[in-house]
């Protein structure tokens, strides 16, 4: 059964600070990766979405890294911005075993000015 | 036009009340989700509707109630509501089931008194 797991759950930076979030899941065979944003209250952003075919997406300010037989990803976010302040989750496409796609609880992050 | 749009953003209903939350979507995409969403935790996938037939049903109480009239549009017709129904309910589209990106709404914020 495919688990998603994101680590840290809640993260406080200073504004300007490169970092990076983790995504871990547990079986390799899925199709796709996305990352999203998520404000209070509101809907998902897509971010960026990484096939199982492809090793990185990139978006301005935003990398992704895909390495499967490891089972994780990296949302890489650069001269992080008060504007950034939101929860980020990673979801997965699984390969085989159904079609739903399974969401990390995804991690807290608040840049400070 | 990468737009879902969900309508309406705020709803209160007693736990008598019939409402219906409403969902569209323009992209051509043929497969539509409803997501329920609690604070702080990730979404539930509550029903998805694939070439406008209801491919997936998890376990969702019947005053739950989803319908697909064509392929851009998504109701979720509610009825005999629990105070515990009360969440973020989020619609999403896709091109197909199994793979590509999934698009989301912002939301209806559903209160049941």
Known sequence: ?113 | DTEVTQTPKHLVMGMTNKKSLKCEQHMGHRAMYWYKQKAKKPPELMFVYSYEKLSINESVPSRFSPECPNSSLLNLHLHALQPEDSALYLCASSPILRTGELFFGEGSRLTVL
Request: proline residues 4%.
């Open chain 1, 1 to 113: 059964k495919q688990e998603v797991t994101q680590i840290p759950a809640a993260l406080s930076v200073p504004e300007g600070e490169n970092l990076v979030l983790n995504c871990s899941f547990t079986d390799s065979a899925i199709y796709n990766l996305q990352w999203f944003r998520q404000d209070p209250g509101k809907g998902l952003t897509s971010l960026l979405l990484i096939q199982s075919s492809q090793r990185e997406q990139t978006s301005g300010r935003l990398n992704a890294s895909l390495d499967k037989s490891s089972g994780r990803s990296t949302l890489y976010i650069a001269a992080s911005q008060p504007g950034d302040s939101a929860t980020y989750l990673c979801a997965v496409r699984p390969g085989t075993g159904g079609f739903k796609t399974i969401f990390g609880a995804g991690t807290r992050l608040f840049v400070k000015a």
